[in-house]
């Protein structure tokens, strides 16, 4: 398996710009989860996906963000007007569950500089 | 509620020396527990997990760690460290199918 995939590896974008990062889960697995990681706070849940339906999305920062998952290979987390403090490293990590919902497989990242 | 707090933000060991790295967590009922790891510039991946079988639990790369109920902690340790291993180390807990993560400790590893 080839792992989660993500997309782009680095974005590089001006405030005020729209920003789409990109997620391919694992094949079978039927959680998503998207997290942030800056080195103020380290790395925070956004939100999670079970059978492409979001369950939790307390973790969004405001409504700049929004996540979708149109099937269960693909996900996208959408930043809309991007700002500078956005910048981060996001990540996107999947797991079989119900049962291992804890077991998450990480994707590399995108690393995120908003300008 | 679920917390979890690693009692080191930067560990130095020499190589070829033990490795300790400490985490507490708090839980109001049986938890599930995990350290995770992340290379320089690379995403998490998992090292061991703690689900409530063997109190001491093997990992990957020669790690391992035990759960001390009494103690409420779950630290990390390793016999022999070699240079590969340092990276940063995430305790985690396991709660209504979120991870709820440390704050990670920093291992350096000295020639």
């Known amino acids: 398996d080839a792992g989660v995939i993500q997309s782009p590896r680095h974005e590089v974008t001006e405030m005020g710009q729209e920003v789409t990062l990109r997620c391919k889960p694992i094949?079978?697995?039927?959680?998503l989860f998207w997290y942030r990681q800056t080195m103020m706070r380290g790395l925070e849940l956004l939100i999670y996906?079970?059978?492409?339906?979001?369950?939790?999305d307390s973790g969004m920062p405001e409504d700049r963000f929004s996540a979708k998952m149109p099937n269960a290979s693909f996900s996208t987390l959408k930043i809309q007007p991007s700002e500078p403090r956005d910048s981060a490293v996001y990540f996107c990590a999947s797991s079989l569950g119900p049962f291992n919902p804890y077991e998450q497989y990480f994707g590399p990242g995108t690393r995120l500089t908003v300008t | 509620a679920q917390s979890v707090t690693q009692l080191d933000s930067h560990v130095s060991v020499s190589e070829g020396t033990p490795v300790l790295l400490r985490c507490n967590y708090s839980?109001?009922?049986?938890?599930?527990l995990f350290w995770y790891v992340q290379h320089p510039n690379k995403g998490l991946q998992l090292l061991l997990k703690?689900?409530?079988?063997a109190t001491l639990v093997k990992g990957i790369n020669g790690f391992e760690a035990e759960f001390k109920k009494s103690e409420t902690s779950f630290h990390l340790t390793k016999p022999s460290a070699h240079m590969s291993d340092a990276a940063e180390y995430f305790c985690?807990?396991?709660?209504?199918?979120?991870?709820?993560w440390g704050a990670g400790t920093k291992l350096i590893i000295k020639p």
């Open positions: 703690y689900t409530s079988a």
């Open positions: 094949s079978g697995h039927d959680y």
């Open positions: 985690v807990v396991g709660s209504n199918y979120q991870l709820i």
């Open positions: 839980s109001s009922y049986s938890p599930s």
């Open positions: 996906f079970n059978n492409n339906v979001p369950i939790d």
